[in-house]
């Protein structure tokens, strides 16, 4: 919450926060980009007049710097949020229609979420069922699948699996038993689990070593790179990037966001 200063301050903080912004911009601090702006504005004297009153106004309220440095970091994630939705319309069409991607819920549902998850993700594993309640309540969401492996060889060996099981449509199933799995999937639990599917394993196993299967999961890792996506479960609803797991009521409201366009 914003803090009204009292009288004897007000003056020093409303010309030294744009100052000492500027000047932070100027001394281009670690992470954060010059403003070739600033830097033309300002001649030498002007240069020492923002260093004097940022002395002054931190001298009576040392609370500015902070206040100063909260304002970077909202300009640079305002930045990085309009980065992602521009990223996000520009992929549309590999983000939310690429017609190999396997669906859950309403494959002509009114919304679309895309789920970037790894198999092996402990916190993916925690949001499956918040996506299944989502489906169970609301039959107008469509979800798209992304396997995105991040946390080693068995994460990939896993991505492959499923994208092979895919072509005998069990992904969902496979998936399910994946995000219930105690342990690591090894090539003999996903053995396990594909048997106990009725999945045809000998097929299975050699549909994962096709280079089509690897092309997709390079697909979703550029993609995942042009998001700025950091982690799994990552997701995309309308034009909005949710990084990590989120509960059922947050889910809701993103989607009724995403309704209203």
């Given at each position: 919450?914003?803090?009204?200063?009292?009288?004897?301050?007000?003056?020093?903080?409303?010309?030294?926060?744009?100052?000492?912004?500027?000047?932070?911009?100027?001394?281009?601090?670690?992470?954060?980009?010059?403003?070739?702006?600033a830097?033309?504005?300002?001649?030498?004297?002007?240069?020492?007049?923002?260093?004097?009153?940022?002395?002054?106004?931190?001298?009576?309220?040392?609370?500015?710097?902070?206040?100063?440095?909260?304002?970077?970091?909202?300009?640079?994630?305002?930045?990085?949020s309009?980065g992602?939705?521009?990223?996000?319309?520009?992929?549309?069409g590999?983000?939310?229609?690429?017609?190999?991607?396997?669906?859950?819920?309403?494959?002509?549902?009114?919304?679309?979420?895309?789920?970037?998850?790894?198999?092996?993700?402990?916190?993916?594993?925690?949001?499956?069922?918040t996506?299944?309640?989502?489906?169970?309540?609301?039959?107008?969401?469509?979800?798209?699948?992304?396997?995105?492996?991040?946390?080693?060889?068995?994460?990939?060996?896993?991505?492959?699996?499923?994208l092979?099981?895919?072509?005998?449509?069990?992904?969902?199933?496979?998936q399910?038993?994946?995000?219930?799995?105690?342990?690591?999937?090894?090539?003999?639990?996903?053995?396990?689990?594909?048997?106990k599917?009725?999945?045809?394993?000998?097929?299975?196993?050699?549909?994962?070593?096709?280079?089509?299967?690897?092309?997709?999961?390079?697909?979703?890792?550029?993609?995942?790179?042009?998001?700025?996506?950091?982690?799994?479960?990552?997701?995309?609803i309308?034009?909005?990037?949710?990084?990590?797991?989120?509960?059922?009521?947050?889910?809701?409201?993103?989607?009724?966001?995403a309704?209203?366009?």
């Amino acid at each position: 919450m914003s803090r009204i200063p009292p009288p004897s301050a007000r003056r020093p903080r409303r010309l030294a926060v744009p100052l000492l912004l500027a000047a932070i911009s100027l001394a281009a601090a670690p992470g954060l980009p010059a403003s070739p702006a600033a830097a033309q504005a300002l001649t030498p004297e002007q240069r020492r007049e923002v260093v004097q009153v940022m002395r002054e106004a931190l001298r009576q309220d040392p609370s500015i710097l902070r206040d100063a440095f909260a304002a970077l970091e909202e300009a640079a994630r305002q930045q990085a949020s309009e980065g992602r939705a521009g990223a996000i319309r520009a992929e549309a069409g590999a983000l939310f229609r690429d017609p190999a991607d396997p669906v859950k819920g309403n494959p002509r549902g009114d919304v679309t979420l895309v789920e970037f998850f790894d198999a092996r993700c402990g916190y993916c594993k925690a949001l499956h069922p918040t996506l299944e309640a989502l489906l169970r309540a609301d039959p107008g969401v469509r979800i798209v699948m992304k396997d995105l492996p991040i946390l080693g060889p068995a994460s990939v060996l896993a991505s492959r699996a499923l994208l092979a099981a895919q072509r005998q449509d069990r992904y969902v199933e496979l998936q399910a038993a994946l995000m219930k799995l105690r342990g690591e999937p090894t090539e003999a639990a996903l053995q396990a689990e594909a048997k106990k599917l009725g999945l045809d394993w000998a097929r299975l196993r050699r549909d994962m070593e096709d280079p089509a299967i690897e092309r997709r999961l390079q697909e979703h890792l550029r993609l995942a790179r042009v998001l700025s996506i950091e982690g799994t479960p990552a997701l995309v609803i309308g034009g909005t990037l949710v990084p990590g797991a989120v509960d059922l009521p947050t889910l809701q409201r993103l989607v009724a966001e995403a309704r209203k366009g």
